[in-house]
């Protein structure tokens, strides 16, 4: 698996300069997601173990793709929820991004299923002068019950103040990782102004989300 990166070399990326609980959160998704992995293969929906992401659950969340031009929220953590001041449950992903930059985001997402790949996305939210609220966003894909890969697990971590929401988001920059094969596809959009001794517990799939200790089972 590889990763390129076209970043000028004099920019630091976001999750480098931010606090360490900030990163220390991606990364216990990634992990996570990284370990389930067999032979190199995309892990099962059903092998996620809510114990192994309990730091990370208020952060993490499970997209569904019903058809090529749909992505929503399957279950989110109240991070989310808050970040949008509602229940973000079977909303679009791209609700949560400017209009401008919502074709960009869904092309990319589209190979997250297609390739398939991981997607990192740093991002920045500050329209109409508002306090800037930066994050990082991040889609590794899954298989569903029918052996698809038509599920992804994600994390939103952001840094400053959400104040009053919805806070929607502009891409500043993203690196795409194919994980079969073939050459990996990255981009940079300019910023413009304005192990447990138990067996692993799956996550259970059901219509409702339950929410403990600020995330989601």
């Known amino acids: 698996m590889k990763t390129c990166s076209e970043q000028p070399r004099n920019v630091v990326p976001l999750w480098h300069r931010k606090d360490h609980q900030m990163g220390s959160v991606v990364s216990t998704v990634m992990t996570h997601w990284t370990s389930l992995r067999r032979n190199g293969g995309i892990p099962r929906r059903a092998d ?70 991981v997607l990192d996305l740093e991002l920045v939210s500050d329209a109409q002068g508002r306090a800037v609220l930066e994050g990082r966003m991040c889609l590794m894909p899954l298989t569903g019950p029918e052996g698809k890969i038509n599920r992804a697990l994600g994390v939103l971590v952001t840094d400053g103040l959400v104040g009053l929401p919805p806070r929607r988001f502009r891409i500043r920059h993203l690196s795409q990782t194919r994980l079969a094969g073939g050459p990996d596809s990255t981009g940079a959009i300019p910023s413009q102004p304005g192990q447990s001794a138990e067996p692993a517990r799956p996550f259970q799939e059901r219509p409702a989300l339950r929410l403990v200790q600020g995330g989601l089972s």
């Open 48 to 117: 996620l173990d809510p114990q192994a992401l309990a730091p990370a659950l208020p952060n993490a969340f499970l997209l569904e793709r019903p058809r090529p031009d749909a992505v929503r929220f399957r279950l989110a953590g109240q991070h989310l929820h808050h970040t949008m001041g509602m229940d973000v449950r079977g909303m679009p992903l791209r609700a949560f991004f400017e209009i401008p930059d919502r074709k960009r985001l869904m092309e990319k997402v589209s190979q997250v299923f297609s390739d398939p790949a």
